[in-house]
């Protein structure tokens, strides 16, 4: 990816976005190449170095809101804050994806996937709070329904307060959205996603059966509350995401796998 060509200065913002869309690239290479679990180890470890280092290099107020000093600064904020967050739990994907998590992989880089999918809903949240247009923009729309659904899956909102928090919030948001819309309107994976969404009921001291409710009933369709499954399809998360290589998953069990079923009608997903 070459660098851009400018006569004057590149302002903070869209080199930062440069340089992360570069990464992001990158990243998405590697997945077309076998890596041992050392190697990928290693792969994540550097780009995750390659962006601390981008953000430590951009300006003040793309690191922290609180510098802000215009509403153009805080949308640059916010919208860096989403895309940074969301593509660092694409680099640490691996270590929820039960065909390629290993034990090192989920202990280094599990936890840093889920609170960048939480970061995600907070930075389209913090968005939508200085212009309502941002709920215009497909790819902040995507990558915030994308990560609230995996966290819906993976049941975070269950025993993650800061989860819950934000994906109450953002669930109400997105409500809201599809009631102001003619249906028509509503793309056929966004209007899924919220009715998925919606069926988390995020009041509730334990998750229903989200995947099997979401992944095999109709769109609409009741779903039963659940008060014995201890996750979110019922299934024994330690069998999800195995505690060593020799545990074999079915993949059906995938997050990503049933977030393309939710999305897209997709088969599995690694």
């Known amino acids: 990816?070459?660098?851009?060509?400018?006569?004057?200065?590149?302002?903070?913002?869209h080199l930062?976005?440069?340089?992360?869309?570069?990464?992001?690239?990158?990243?998405?290479?590697?997945?077309?190449?076998?890596?041992?679990?050392r190697e990928l180890f290693a792969r994540i470890t550097n780009h995750r170095n390659e962006i601390d280092d981008i953000m430590a290099g951009t300006a003040d107020y793309l690191r922290d809101s609180r510098t802000c000093k215009s509403v153009e600064e805080s949308l640059e904020h916010w919208a860096l804050y989403l895309h940074v967050s969301y593509i660092v739990s694409e680099l640490c994907r691996p270590a929820i994806s039960p065909s390629t998590a290993s034990y090192e992989l989920s202990k280094a880089f599990k936890q840093t996937c889920i609170d960048s999918l939480v970061s995600t809903v907070e930075a389209f949240l913090g968005l939508q709070n200085i212009?309502?247009?941002?709920?215009?923009?497909?790819?902040?729309?995507?990558?915030?329904?994308?990560?609230?659904l995996l966290l819906g899956i993976m049941g975070e909102h269950a025993h993650n307060e800061r989860a819950r928090r934000l994906l109450g919030r953002f669930v109400?948001?997105?409500?809201?959205?599809?009631?102001?819309?003619?249906?028509?309107?509503?793309?056929?994976p966004m209007e899924r996603a919220i009715t998925a969404l919606k069926k988390l009921n995020i009041q509730e001291s334990r998750p229903s059966r989200f995947i099997e409710d979401i992944a095999m009933a109709p769109s609409g369709g009741s779903v039963a509350d659940s008060t014995e499954s201890p996750g979110m399809?019922?299934?024994?998360?330690?069998?999800?995401?195995?505690?060593?290589?020799?545990?074999?998953?079915?993949?059906?069990?995938?997050?990503?796998?049933?977030?393309?079923?939710?999305?897209?009608?997709?088969?599995?997903?690694?």
């Open 1 to 13: 990816m070459p660098a851009p060509n400018a006569y004057t200065e590149i302002p903070p913002y």
């Open 233 to 270: 399809a019922g299934v024994d998360h330690s069998s999800v995401f195995p505690s060593n290589t020799s545990a074999l998953v079915d993949e059906e069990y995938s997050p990503y796998s049933v977030l393309n079923s939710i999305l897209w009608g997709q088969g599995p997903t690694p």
């Open 172 to 188: 109400a948001l997105m409500s809201d959205m599809q009631s102001a819309l003619d249906p028509q309107e509503l793309a056929a």
């Open 131 to 148: 212009t309502p247009y941002a709920r215009q923009s497909w790819a902040a729309v995507h990558r915030s329904l994308s990560s609230a």
């Open 16 to 37: 930062a976005m440069y340089r992360l869309c570069r990464v992001g690239l990158e990243i998405v290479r590697d997945r077309t190449k076998t890596m041992s679990s």
